[in-house]
């Protein structure tokens, strides 16, 4: 970060402080055991959640050796002794090159799921996304966050009003771009969630953007309308009642009045049918600019003709990114496909990159590849099963806390410094 002491030997510091005087580390400091402790922490199916890929998981194995076909080479005898990590994204000065990217059904790690997030963000300076698949609605995650920067994340839902509406609550909250996901129109074969029979989704958890909108809420309740009390029902199942339970709890309003409704269930039946649509184009983007003044981002871009689609579509950026590996098993590594992208694109627009970023020499090798920003994914989701609020900013401290020592021991003093030059591919 800029001025005072570098965030690396500041983290560090602390750290090493910290052990000294016998206080514990509630968040481990290496990717793999991060994982490891969240996944004890987090119910069996969260975790699967959270941490499953699509199929055979080949396309979350390809994003990591992405990663491990390029090596760092320092540069020696360079003055590093003060360093800058902040970047500009879209007018405004942010102190690392970091978003928190959009990740949904944060209560299978928290029960104060985003909102903890959103605390965390806040404290950090990193912009967090908030996620149209949210755990508690958008508005009070604006509420913790003061003016720190927050963007919103678009699933194109089915039903136009319900876009619309999405639209001018986050332009009201505050949200100072629009992340538009394109490539999860339809969910990806997750073998760890369907060994499970286990969408979060089914049991009225992450829709609370949903059942805090008003478009949404109309047709949930025309539904509603529509439900006859008189109609026979199957036995219940004990699945079926803690199914019910699990989305009366969640519901707006009270638990005991939500139980006698057909409003949880129509929440949720209504938001399974209008979740996303399939039949987008390039020609439906012009549907955004007549909405919102909020710069427009595309994420999901994973091929070069895509990116230059995008310049010329007038989009205002681009996330190169395969969703983590979440959706089509076998798909090419990001990281592969960023450095022709971004030649591609030739500064047109800003180039964002997440998938596979697991540490801050990670997040080093994605910027010296063209990336404007890095956006962190699961790691801070396993801060969050962790430790809440603080486990998340622990996560992105160290992420920023190692990006900062890499540049001192690579040699450079600025993120506009970090290049390919920096990079060898083997």
Request: glycine fraction near 10%.
């Amino acid at each position: 970060m800029t001025g005072g002491e570098p965030i690396g030997r500041r983290v560090q510091s602390r750290i090493y402080r910290n052990g000294a005087l016998g206080v514990p580390m509630a968040t481990p400091r290496s990717p793999d055991g991060l994982e490891r402790a969240a996944r004890r922490r987090m119910s069996a199916r969260a975790f699967a959640y959270v941490a499953g890929s699509a199929g055979a998981e080949r396309t979350a194995r390809a994003n990591i050796e992405a990663f491990d076909r390029w090596q760092i080479v320092p540069r020696m005898l360079r003055d590093v002794g003060e360093r800058d990590t902040s970047v500009e994204i879209f007018g405004r000065r942010h102190p690392t090159p970091f978003l928190l990217s959009p990740i949904g059904v944060q209560e299978l790690a928290h029960p104060e799921a985003d909102v903890a997030t959103a605390r965390a963000a806040a404290a950090t300076g990193v912009p967090m996304v908030f996620s149209s698949q949210a755990s508690r609605p958008m508005e009070e995650c604006a509420a913790v966050m003061g003016d720190a920067a927050r963007w919103f994340q678009l699933y194109w839902s089915s039903d136009d009003d319900v876009v619309v509406s999405f639209l001018e609550r986050a332009e009201a909250c505050g949200c100072e771009a629009l992340v538009v996901t394109l490539d999860t129109h339809v969910l990806g074969w997750r073998p760890r969630d369907l060994d499970r029979a286990f969408l979060p989704f089914a049991h009225g958890m992450g829709i609370a953007q949903y059942t805090s909108d008003p478009a949404f809420m109309r047709l949930a309740a025309a539904r509603a309308d529509k439900t006859d009390p008189n109609a026979p029902r199957p036995r219940p199942t004990l699945a079926a009642i803690r199914t019910l339970l699990a989305m009366s709890r969640r519901h707006p309003g009270r638990f005991s009045d939500n139980l006698r409704s057909p409003m949880p269930r129509a929440a949720v039946e209504t938001f399974l049918d209008v979740f996303s649509r399939s039949t987008l184009t390039w020609d439906d983007l012009g549907f955004l600019r007549e909405h919102t003044t909020l710069p427009i981002v595309l994420k999901g871009i994973q091929d070069p003709h895509d990116a230059v689609r995008a310049v010329d579509a007038g989009v205002d950026g681009i996330v190169v990114s395969n969703h983590g590996g979440r959706q089509v098993d076998g798909a090419i590594g990001s990281l592969t496909v960023l450095p022709e992208i971004v030649a591609r694109v030739g500064g047109a627009l800003p180039v964002f990159f997440d998938s596979g970023v697991r540490t801050g020499a990670d997040a080093f090798k994605a910027l010296a590849l063209g990336a404007t920003a890095i956006g962190i994914g699961r790691p801070y989701m396993y801060g969050l099963a962790l430790d809440g609020a603080a486990g998340v900013e622990a996560v992105v401290d160290h992420f920023a806390a190692e990006l900062d020592l890499t540049m001192a021991l690579a040699g450079a003093s600025r993120v506009g410094d970090i290049d390919a030059g920096f990079l060898r591919h083997r």
